[in-house]
């Protein structure tokens, strides 16, 4: 394949993949409002969180299949294995966290209902500024860090969000069964924005690398 058609096959493999991770943020963020409504049958969106990490999983490996046919990927190719790695580790939280809720059905106190859709409401946000950056990545690199520098603004304030819920928790007046399970409960909501702050690591890496690659081609 030409190298452009390749590179060009490569950065749309990626776009479907953040976009799927995306989708999967966004049904959990249903799921867990349903949950917390105590309305809706929440099998069936924690069904499409499956089925979407699954089809994440498949364009990963679509994607590592079209870039290691040579024995040696050039740093591009690994570049962009990496945030592929990183966008399917999105994905794959999403499901834990999901799976985390279904099997053990957590008992929501009123009084963490609030900070636990902060997080996921800020969870979206710093998705949005991944799609964000991505899409400068393409069409205005000068203007990819600001996004990128957003996403760690949304895990920062996801973290401290977390840190107050995780006083409350453990100041209340619950067993230490349950505030245990509250506690995992919140972690595994929590790591989704850990892997959202990777691939954004993992982009503006992929950025410098293009950055340079162009620099060179000009001079």
Sequence with gaps: MHTTERRLGVVEILSLELEVAGRTIRVFRQLLTDYLDGVGEIQLPAQEVDRLED?????????????????????????CIHLANAIEK??????DASEFL????PEIPGFLAE????????????????????????????????????VDDHEHSIDRILWDATRQIFSS?????????LKSFFDQVERISNRLEDAAHALEALAVREKNREARKGS
């Design 55 to 79: 089809e994440a999983d498949r364009l990963q490996r679509r994607l590592e299949l079209e870039l290691l046919q040579k024995e040696t990927p050039s740093q591009w190719e690994a570049d």
């Design 90 to 95: 999105i994905a794959n939280q999403v499901e």
């Design 102 to 105: 279904v099997l053990t059905r």
């Design 115 to 150: 900070p636990l859709l902060l997080i996921n409401n800020a969870t979206v946000a710093a998705y949005e500024s991944l799609a964000e950056g991505w899409d400068d990545f393409r069409n205005a690199p000068a203007r990819l860090l600001d996004a990128t520098h957003r």
């Design 173 to 181: 007046g619950l067993g230490l069964a349950e505030k245990m399970h």
